[in-house]
């Protein structure tokens, strides 16, 4: 799962961190950039010596290109990362966006409720936090499954931590 807990259940204070899931490694994206360029060309090689060939290799490189980019793209948009600290007295979620922006967002943990959103949200499932009379998102990234796992295991987090 694309989320650990990096402190014991039994700590004082309780650590979560969430990411979004990264399918493609280093190895995988220049695999697929060689293998869609080799397989893109194949049908160029017979025009090979011909002045057909000059009028599409530019497309070819195009779409090449543009793979790249947007696997590129992806990669860096992916670039989140969310803690969230649980002690008995305060909560604190923080959001490190994929520009280097940072989003903070603190409560007095008795206060703190989980929600589970199975409709309406951007996503099915949606979990938030409430608090200090903000609501939050957490985990929106995830999957519909993890979101529901996270809901779980966040309750029983915050009911660890209101019980010390």
């Known amino acids: ?11 004082p204070r309780q650590e979560l961190q969430l990411w979004p899931h990264n399918a493609l490694s280093a190895k995988g ?39 790249w980019y947007a696997l590129r793209r992806n990669t860096r948009d992916r670039q989140i990362l969310e803690t ?24 007095n943990t008795y206060w703190v409720t989980v929600t ?17 009379g903000r609501e939050v998102e957490i985990g929106a990234f995830l999957s519909d499954d993890e979101r529901k796992t996270l809901y779980t295991d966040l309750l029983t987090a915050l009911r660890r931590a209101k019980e010390k």
Request: glycine share 10%; charged share 10%; no cysteine.
């Open 29 to 67: 994206f220049a695999i697929m950039v060689l293998g869609f360029f080799l397989f893109a060309s194949i049908p160029l090689y017979g025009l090979l010596g011909t002045v057909l060939l000059w009028g599409l290799l530019p497309f070819m490189l195009a779409a090449t290109a543009g793979l």
């Open 116 to 132: 589970l959103h199975e409709t309406g949200g951007p996503v099915p499932n949606y979990v938030t936090l409430k608090g200090q």
């Open 84 to 107: 969230l600290s649980i002690s008995d007295d305060l909560t604190r979620l923080l959001r490190q966006n994929p520009d280097g922006t940072r989003q903070e967002w603190d409560s």
């Open 1 to 11: 799962m694309p989320y650990h807990w990096t402190t014991t259940p039994r700590a």
